[in-house]
């Protein structure tokens, strides 16, 4: 494995631990070279589904671009990378198991917004809002009412 400090090929592997969910093996790594430690994730590779957009274009599933949209949510939030990360892994298990083949970019949205509101509700809100296309202060202050109804039950 290349180091990401160095570039140095020669490395050993510390510590092998699996993943509370078990789809991933996580290794942290000591370079030979520089000495320092960095973590890797291995991995199964699947068949990825492809994205039905909304124009009717197609494209593979990209697990970075949920991660990205999750991350944007939760800037400045109490939020942890691993927990966005289980996030990420938990939208794709919930595709995986409802798609086979194509995944209409609509679901991949509404899935997202599941997750997020379980996590926290401004997270929720600003993903809402772009993935929503809200055109007013009325359509976002529907959803608040909405999000606020719903915590109170």
Not at 12 to 34: F, H, M, N, T, Y
Not at 53 to 68: A, M
Request: aromatic content about 6%.
């Amino acid at each position: 494995m290349k180091c990401p400090f160095c570039g140095d090929i020669e490395d050993k592997v510390i510590d092998s631990r699996q993943s509370p969910e078990g789809d991933a093996i996580r290794r942290r790594r000591e370079c030979l070279k520089c000495q320092r430690r960095f973590t890797t994730y291995e991995h199964v590779e699947k068949s990825s589904a492809m994205i039905l957009k909304k124009d009717g274009r197609r494209e593979p599933f990209d697990k970075n671009k949920v991660l990205s949209g999750i991350v944007k949510a939760c800037e400045k939030r109490p939020v942890s990378m691993e927990k966005m990360q289980q996030m990420v892994d938990e939208v794709e298990r919930s595709l995986e198991n409802k798609y086979e083949k194509e995944i209409p970019s609509k679901e991949i949205g509404e899935v997202i917004m599941r997750e997020l509101q379980k996590i926290d509700d401004v997270a929720y809100v600003r993903f809402a809002s772009v993935y929503r296309e809200f055109k007013d202060v009325n359509q976002f202050m529907s959803e608040l009412s909405h999000l606020l109804k719903n915590n109170h039950k």
